[in-house]
């Protein structure tokens, strides 16, 4: 059991892929699915033309589609490897699920396109990764257009996200011109050809008179000066570096012509971690570990319109999971036997029998569930709680009907707890008035419509104008200072903590500034 446990462990590779809308993360994470015999044809993964509705309609699309794309969990196997990638809802989708799937994932593949580099999503995702201290993979996409100049791209990602990087393969030409990737590790010259299929050459290096036959001298001329300058100039490999998430391997390449998204998918596996031991009250919890264990990163309701249930997704952090398993819900003391588990593929819902450390499995939820709960089988501990990441909409909600008070509070209050949204109060002056905060705007309607559907309560919503919120940490004396007219609202959130809401980026900074003495923080504790 134990080395069954092992080995497991260490074929598994669950990651995210951290983007801006548009660079590719469809067309990417369906190739690696044709990779691994996942799918059998493009366009499977999921409908395009799905995600460009307006996010008004986002409700019909859900029961359309049965299951959301904001849930999928797709996996694979690859020449040995269990891949497990968890997809990050981007678009109108973005929302603090979003965030939290990346707690629950061990590396990150950072997806830019060549012609947009580093875009604002992408620097949010990034920095959630960075504060885990998560390794981060970049593949630079769309090489086969006109895009910015590989060094320039080289110069953003590390003045625009703080991370030195080393490119692992470099482009010959780009645009019209593009010819193909130099694999610097593997001495590679992979050639591409808008009429054929891709082809792989070994050379002895970047002067290989073969690379000049190729593409031509100009070309070649260029490459092996632009090598020997990444060669003395660039940072070097550095495999702890890239482990510890300090050095960010980068890879070129086409995704929608498929041009080196195996090479990359080899070399990624090979380089990215393993699960990893995570963090508990009771001290590191390590995968190998043969006791069952994980924590719920997020709760997907109304996933069936026939049952309007929802799923609990678990990262599993320990152990092997059986269908059937009695385990104990840590947070409320009670033991459950998980009868139902679901993995999800796609469309397609499959019962699963068993999973191994890394793997997600989402839990048929009668409304049990919280994000950040842990399970585990054996003994009473709990995973560390996943903060609460920046709002980003702002809105003040009153109750239509007094009549329907309780509803009212016990839907605020569960919805809350589930994670569906974020809730503080004002405290400063007048009445006590309930805000509501979420990363996306989809997560409002998500809300409204909740309300009303499974607790029957209508409510007024009042849009505020904060676009911005951080924590202030630690005590603060006279906290009504921190309330500047109409261009901040300082207000508490259930464990107390204090956030001060801005309208504008500029007003936060400058606010900041004038602030050094205290803390301010883009994620609750
Ligand atoms: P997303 O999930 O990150 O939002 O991006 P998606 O894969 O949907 O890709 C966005 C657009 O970029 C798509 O074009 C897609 O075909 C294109 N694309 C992806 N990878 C590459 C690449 O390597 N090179 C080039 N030239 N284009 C790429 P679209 O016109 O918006 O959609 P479609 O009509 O092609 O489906």
Request: proline residues 5%.
């Amino acid at each position: 059991m134990k080395d069954e446990l092992q080995t497991e462990v260490s074929r598994r590779r669950t990651f995210a892929i951290i983007s801006h809308p548009d660079a590719g993360k469809t067309t990417l994470t369906e190739k690696l699915l044709l990779f691994g015999g996942a799918i059998r044809e493009a366009g499977s993964v999921k409908g395009r033309k799905a995600k460009k509705h307006a996010a008004s309609d986002w409700m019909d699309l859900e029961k359309q589609r049965g299951i959301s794309v904001t849930s999928s969990v797709l996996e694979f196997t690859y020449r040995g490897y269990h891949v497990n990638i968890l997809d990050t809802p981007g678009h109108q989708d973005f929302s603090e699920d979003t965030y939290r799937t990346l707690a629950a994932a061990d590396s990150a593949v950072m997806l830019i396109d060549c012609a947009k580099g580093v875009e604002p999503q992408t620097i949010k995702l990034f920095e959630v990764c960075a504060k885990r201290g998560i390794p981060v993979f970049t593949f630079i996409n769309k090489m086969d257009r006109h895009g910015k100049d590989p060094f320039d791209l080289l110069e953003e990602i590390e003045s625009v996200l703080g991370m030195r990087s080393h490119p692992m393969n470099w482009p010959v030409g780009i645009g019209s011109e593009f010819c193909g990737i130099y694999n610097r590790h593997r001495s590679r010259l992979e050639r591409f050809d808008r009429q054929k299929d891709a082809r792989q050459l070994d050379v002895e290096g970047p002067d290989d008179p073969l690379i000049r036959e190729e593409v031509g001298d100009l070309l070649a001329d260029q490459l092996s000066e632009e090598i020997a300058l990444l060669d003395i100039a660039g940072d070097p490999y550095d495999f702890e570096k890239i482990r510890n998430g300090e050095l960010t391997p980068v890879f070129f390449g086409s995704a929608v012509t498929n041009f080196g998204v195996e090479a990359f998918l080899e070399d990624f596996l090979g380089l990215a971690p393993s699960p990893s031991p995570r963090e508990s009250d009771q001290g590191l919890i390590q995968p190998e570990q043969p006791d069952f264990s994980g924590f719920v990163f997020k709760i997907q309701a109304n996933m069936n319109p026939a049952h309007r249930d929802r799923v609990a997704f678990l990262r599993i952090c320990s152990g092997k999971f059986e269908r059937g398993m009695n385990v104990r819900h840590v947070r409320t003391g009670k033991n459950l036997k998980l009868a139902q588990p679901q993995q999800f593929m796609a469309r397609d819902r499959s019962i699963v029998e068993e999973a191994y450390t890394g793997d997600i499995v989402g839990l048929f939820d009668p409304g049990q569930f919280r994000v950040g709960d842990t399970l585990c089988e054996k003994g009473s501990f709990q995973f560390e709680p996943l903060p609460k990441f920046p709002p980003e909409h702002f809105a003040k909600i009153t109750n239509k009907n007094a009549m329907r008070y309780k509803q009212y509070q016990k839907g605020l209050e569960q919805l809350v707890e589930e994670g569906a949204i974020q809730k503080y109060r004002t405290f400063l002056s007048g009445p006590e008035e309930i805000i509501i905060g979420a990363v996306g705007e989809l997560q409002f309607e998500v809300f409204d419509h909740r309300m009303k559907s499974e607790y029957g309560v209508d409510l007024i919503f009042e849009r505020l104008p904060f676009r911005f919120a951080r924590w202030v940490k630690g005590a603060v004396e006279n906290p009504a200072r921190l309330q500047q007219g109409r261009r901040t609202l300082c207000v508490k959130d259930d464990e107390e903590q204090l956030l001060v809401l801005f309208d504008s980026e500029f007003f936060m900074e400058h606010f900041i500034q004038q602030n050094r003495e205290l803390t301010f923080a883009k994620q609750s504790d």
